[in-house]
């Protein structure tokens, strides 16, 4: 299992349809969560993965947000507890500092998962909200 890292114009149409079906399993179907998951912001991303026998196991994707900040987003683990998860947050956080020069990282991170990002140095900036149904906060890392 090797980890990829594409701009969305890198990646091939089957690597673009894997990507777009381990996100439809993990946040539609797992969370039962009806939302628009294709946008514009795929096409100016760098998408962090790792593939083996034919199905992304990890993924997220990084894009500046604005001058200064990069975002991390749609994180997801199909193949949880081998430590994954953790390895593609630095490998996005890296991307953020080297490809974006960025200052900081902004994350809106499902409420569940802040003790994993507070791992990685990521603190909580914002009260919980809800987006889409799920509760959710902002969390930011200070490169």
Do not use: W
């Not at 797992?30 to 294709?38: G, S, T, V």
């Amino acid at each position: 299992m090797d980890l990829t890292v594409k701009t969305f114009s890198e990646l091939s149409n089957d690597e673009l349809y894997l990507i777009l079906q381990a996100r439809a399993r993990v946040f539609v179907v797992e969370q039962n969560c009806a939302y628009l998951d294709i946008d514009d912001i795929d096409r100016r991303s760098y998408h962090v993965f790792y593939l083996s026998n034919g199905q992304i196991d990890a993924y997220l994707r990084v894009y500046l947000k604005e001058p200064g900040v990069a975002q991390i987003g749609r994180v997801l683990t199909i193949e949880r507890g081998k430590g994954l998860g953790i390895d593609l947050l630095k490998e996005g956080i890296e991307i953020c500092r080297n490809k974006f020069n960025a200052k900081s990282v902004y994350i809106e991170a499902q409420s569940y998962a802040i003790g994993f990002y507070e791992k990685a140095g990521f603190k909580v900036i914002s009260g919980e909200y809800l987006e889409d149904g799920i509760p959710h906060v902002n969390m930011k890392l200070v490169l």
